[in-house]
């Protein structure tokens, strides 16, 4: 197998072409991209839950608005928190995953992270692929590969991620944005 250049804290940003509907105008953000695979998990699908109803204890921590997001279609049942804690050493309970984005303990009491906390989202679930299965599906125009910002982990407006994350980029993405919902409205 060849080597693969890791995508780990790049963001997946959906194509307007993309057929799978768990992945529509999806922002994903990898957590981890080897050889071996790929994980990471969707940022712009938040759910009705909210989390104190599944996670009480780390529900004051969460960043608006304050519910359980869908980090995708594989392992639902599983809770996954992700936080931006800036500096140079994150506290303990936290996982560095790239620059200040780092994966949480859930264990972990949350007094120990609280003090050093940015943001804290709570995900339901995650988008995971099989080697080499994302790299086909990126060969096939299914993704767009564009630089994360800590911010969008923790976006107040989620529903807009996609156009705001395809706005932001300096080339010819920027008018992907526009792109309509349905375009046979057109």
């Known amino acids: 197998m060849t080597e693969v250049s890791s995508l780990t804290g790049r963001l997946l940003v959906a194509t307007p072409a993309l057929a799978d509907p768990n992945f529509d105008r999806a ?6 991209h080897d ?16 989390v104190g109803d599944i996670l009480e204890s780390w529900a004051p921590l ?26 140079d050493e ?6 560095r995953v790239y620059g200040a984005i780092g994966l949480v303990d859930l ?24 080697p080499g299965q994302l790299e086909d599906e990126l060969e096939s125009g299914a993704w767009f590969v564009v ?8 976006s107040p407006r989620p529903g807009s991620l996609w156009r705001e994350v395809l706005r932001r980029q300096r080339s010819e993405l920027a008018m992907i944005a526009t792109y309509p919902d349905d375009p046979s409205l057109n």
């Open 35 to 50: 050889d071996e695979g790929s994980l990471g998990v969707v940022l712009n699908r938040p759910t009705p839950v909210d």
């Open 107 to 130: 264990e972990t009491p949350p007094e120990l992270i609280a003090a050093a906390l940015g943001s804290l989202r709570i995900f339901a679930g995650y988008a995971g692929w099989g």
């Open 147 to 154: 630089d994360s910002e800590p911010g969008d982990v923790s």
């Open 90 to 95: 994150g506290p303990l309970g936290w996982r």
């Open 62 to 87: 969460a960043g608006e608005p304050g519910v359980v997001f869908q980090g995708g279609p594989v392992s639902l049942d599983a809770a996954l928190g992700l936080a931006v804690i800036p500096g």
């Open 27 to 32: 922002v994903v953000l990898l957590l981890d």
